[in-house]
């Protein structure tokens, strides 16, 4: 294969991932109650799997993004340029870039459904973006979800956007 089909196969694969998206699958143990009398029945661990579906973004959700965006982009450099000296103190906070990771995968799988429209106005589900979070945050292992943020990334298509942007700016003055 030549470099000029390696190419046009990778954007072909980037188009298809932007136009449909991806999604993961996440397994947890939940403890359910059997229905009946509740001090005398033992709780029962089943096995739950969830789905969740990451689309291209809309431009609010990118607004709502970019600042995790731009601390996942500095927690590479970080771990890009350490040296065996600093593994504890990047040890010690990666616990907050993880968290900020789970936020990143969480806004990409609410997208617009952030944003309720109730009574003539948009109302944030504040609630929903933190328990999908928290999902993410106490059930994904920590490579799947540098994965999952990388493939966030590639599905919002920052580089296209960029692009498009530059072109119409350079349009208007021209």
Do not use: W
Request: proline share 2%; aromatic share 10%.
């Amino acid at each position: 294969m030549n470099d000029k089909n390696t190419i046009e196969l990778q954007e072909r694969e980037q188009q298809r991932l932007c136009d449909c998206g991806f999604h993961f699958t996440i397994t947890r143990k939940i403890k359910q109650k059997p229905k009946g009398l509740h001090r005398f029945t033992k709780s029962i661990v089943k096995e739950e799997t969830l789905t969740f579906r990451v689309f291209q973004p809309t431009l609010n959700t990118l607004d709502r993004m970019t600042p995790y965006m731009l601390r996942f982009q500095q927690y590479e450099d970080r771990i890009r340029d350490v040296e065996e000296s600093q593994y504890i103190d990047v040890a010690k906070s990666s616990v907050v870039d993880v968290r900020n990771m789970a936020k990143l995968v969480a806004i990409m799988v609410m997208g617009e459904d952030y944003y309720i429209y109730e009574n003539g106005r948009y109302k944030r589900d504040e609630a929903g973006l933190e328990r999908i979070e928290e999902i993410i945050f106490n059930h994904v292992t920590p490579s799947k979800l540098y994965n999952l943020c990388e493939a966030c990334l590639s599905v919002a298509n920052l580089a296209d956007f960029t692009n498009s942007i530059r072109l119409m700016a350079a349009e208007t003055l021209a």
